[in-house]
């Protein structure tokens, strides 16, 4: 169970099972069907190697499992190490090479000593620390990387991938109520330039369970309605909707079950009022730089620390005008993809045995970009950017 | 951001919490929770203010259950009790009145508990002069608690945010929170004595100051005084109020069985009325 030897073999891409899973997902960039992109808060730092000391000794192979149940009854170590291996077998060595206890623990060789006494580790040799990661990465690749040039890290799977896989999407009807509001939007923007007192926000949001449309509204904002967003509308149409369809007062107050389509990335008040709401999914086509409150900032809907959670989605599909024009607009864009552009360096570095890339150097934007175009270009005419213009 | 209220820390030991108004108004805006508690409601209740004339203006109460929308909060109520308000002024009619923008930065809000991440923006959305709040929200308060939205420079909204004010009857707020939750459990124990009821300091979970205000922040409202309360995320003392009041005001809340709020209610149903001049508070 604790083999660790490595086998240095070209790595493997992981393989998910997409067992009726037609759906065709870049899981690197968080892509489904090259058109709607996933919004998820990731730790930027996730996939940067940082290393700490920690205390091993080598043991002969026969007595390891009298040697692991004593380190591994160490509980008090402040320093969590579930995702690194105890056991290291070293290439040419006859003897295995156990992780004690992290030197944040234990400061003294005198005291690493007596711990091991007391615990009735049986003869070892060689006390020393060494360094290990101190967290696993989120790319399989990285983690056998790591694995072959620090110390073996136990690999669990990428979480996000399995999520990606289990997502349902039906392009058919999301499309559908995309183009609705896309069209609605577009609508108020032409009414708004002939008319000069009309004020309205090209702002639409349409709530839907599935295929069927639950409510519809526009942004009606003003100096005496400041309140009036679009999505506090719809949520307002509905819940007085199921008040007047439901004697029943018990907890069905909820839009569990609803996805919401919305022109603009919400703001912090709409973002929230959605959490309280407990919808599915959001799919938004334009980031708001300013005051959105999902992808710009916030990631209100991905936030540990609030009590539920939503599914975010960016639409970046471009076989419609009226569609890709509002969410590619964007320059935004590329702000999200970079991180996962410095990833597909990070593997391709690997792949192909290249380790003269220092992989935990910041790769340069323009460097990125071009990365990013390359890999778009490869893309074997999806079209993920069509003809966007990247201003610089 | 820094508060407007500008008299230097080191010439005004005597705090501004010590001003009869703030418990006044947060004990208006806890008569309002306990009223809502008696409806099934989340306790959580406000009372909104004209800070010029001293005048309540508008009230709110969480209606979530009743109108089965998870974000009927209390500020909503209140805020658009203002905006209606505001429209039917003779003045705004006629298109010289003030704009609400303008009418809201005269306002200031006491809610019994920190407003949540949606509120928090919708206030400062509106413009809101100040907040006072009794207890934090650690599931999503949006004044600090989980996030600091009232005054987040992140933010690129119209205005650049208020400032808030926690502790004014902290516990009172956590105790008509915690009567609902043991009520909704099924689990609620007979009514206790009046004099079994004790409030005890170490029931209470600390009040983590830094999360809402700076140590400046704080002193300038809390006074000198109370400087180890900022350092020991203890509750304020407030020189005159008697020990055990915050525990008579809560058995005083329970008591009734349905809180009467008619007379809040009915002074915030008169016109808005924005005299220039300033009012002293009648109590």
């Known amino acids: ?77 402040p320093v969590n190490l579930q995702h690194v291996k105890r056991v290291k077998k070293e290439a040419g060595k006859n003897t295995l090479t156990v992780l004690v206890c992290s030197k944040t623990y234990l400061s003294t060789e005198e005291e690493v000593i007596q711990m091991l006494s007391s615990l009735n580790v049986p003869d070892y040799t060689n006390l020393r620390t060494v360094e290990v990661p101190d967290h696993g990465p989120n790319i399989k690749e990285l983690s056998n990387q790591w694995t072959r040039e620090h110390w073996p890290l136990i690999w669990k799977g990428n979480v996000n991938d399995q999520i990606l896989n289990d997502t349902v999407i039906n392009m058919d009807f999301i499309y559908s109520h995309l183009k609705k509001i896309s069209e609605k939007s577009l609508e108020i923007e032409m009414e708004t330039q002939k008319e000069k007192d009309n004020t309205a926000l090209p702002i639409v949001t349409l709530i839907a369970k599935g295929p069927e449309i639950v409510a519809m509204e526009s942004d009606k904002r003003s100096p005496t309605d400041p309140l009036t967003h679009s999505i506090m509308s719809c949520i307002d149409q509905i819940t007085s909707t199921q008040k007047l369809n439901n004697t029943d007062t018990s907890h069905q107050y909820l839009l569990q079950g609803y996805d919401v389509y919305t022109t603009h990335e919400p703001c912090t008040m709409c973002c929230m009022a959605l959490i309280h709401s407990r919808i599915n999914r959001l799919i938004y086509l334009k980031q708001s730089c300013d005051t959105g409150s999902l992808r710009s900032r916030y990631f209100i809907h991905d936030n540990k620390y609030l009590n539920s959670k939503y599914e975010v989605w960016e639409w970046v599909g471009s076989e419609d005008e009226q569609i890709s024009n509002h969410s590619l607009q964007n320059n935004g864009l590329l702000d999200i993809l970079l991180p996962k552009v410095c990833n597909v360096r990070l593997c391709d570095v690997e792949q192909f045995g290249d380790n003269s890339g220092d992989t935990t150097e910041e790769i340069r934007p323009s460097c990125a970009l071009q990365l990013f175009r390359e890999a778009m270009h490869s893309d074997k005419g999806t079209g993920l950017l069509g003809d966007v213009q990247w201003d610089a | 951001m820094t508060d407007t209220t500008t008299t230097p820390i080191s010439s005004s030991p005597a705090s501004h919490i010590l001003e009869p108004k ?19 409601e989340v306790p959580v209740a406000c009372v909104f203010v004209h800070s010029p004339t001293n005048s309540i203006v508008s009230y709110g109460m969480n209606s979530t259950n009743d109108s089965l929308s998870g974000v009927k909060h209390a500020e909503f109520r209140g805020i658009e009790e203002i905006l209606s308000k505001t429209c039917s002024l003779p003045e705004f009619q006629t298109g010289g009145g003030k704009q609400p923008i303008e009418i809201f930065k005269e306002i200031e809000l006491y809610v019994t508990v920190e407003p949540c991440v949606m509120c928090a923006s919708a206030l400062r959305q509106i413009g809101i002069k100040r907040v006072y709040f009794g207890c934090g929200n650690e599931r999503f308060g949006g004044n600090g608690s989980v996030l600091k939205i009232n005054d987040d420079p992140q933010v690129k909204d119209l205005f650049t945010g208020y400032v808030s004010y926690p502790g004014i009857y902290r516990k009172c707020a956590i105790l008509l929170l915690r009567e609902f939750y043991t009520r909704e459990n099924g689990k609620a124990p007979e009514p206790r004595q009046k004099k079994n009821r004790v409030l005890k300091l170490d029931e209470f979970p600390e009040i983590k100051w830094k999360d809402y205000l700076t140590e400046e922040e704080f002193l300038r409202f809390y006074g000198l005084t109370n400087r180890e309360s900022f350092q020991n995320n203890t509750d304020i003392i407030v020189p005159q109020a008697d020990e055990n009041e915050e525990a008579d005001l809560f058995d005083t809340l329970m008591a009734d069985p349905v809180q009467d709020i008619s007379d809040i209610i009915e002074v915030s149903s008169q016109p808005l009325c924005l005299a220039n001049k300033k009012q002293k508070l009648q109590l």
């Open chain 1, 1 to 77: 169970m604790w083999s660790t030897v490595h086998n240095p073999s070209v790595p493997s891409y992981e393989m998910v099972k997409k067992i009726n899973n037609k759906l065709q997902i870049d899981y690197q960039k968080g892509l489904i069907e090259s058109r709607l992109l996933q919004i998820i808060s990731t730790d930027p730092k996730i996939n940067i190697l940082n290393l700490i000391p920690v205390w091993v000794i080598e043991i002969n192979p026969k007595d390891s499992s009298k040697a692991l149940n004593g380190v591994k009854s160490v509980t008090e170590d």
């Open chain 2, 22 to 40: 703030h418990h006044h108004f947060m004990k208006q805006a806890l008569r309002l929770a306990s009223h809502a508690l008696h409806t099934n």
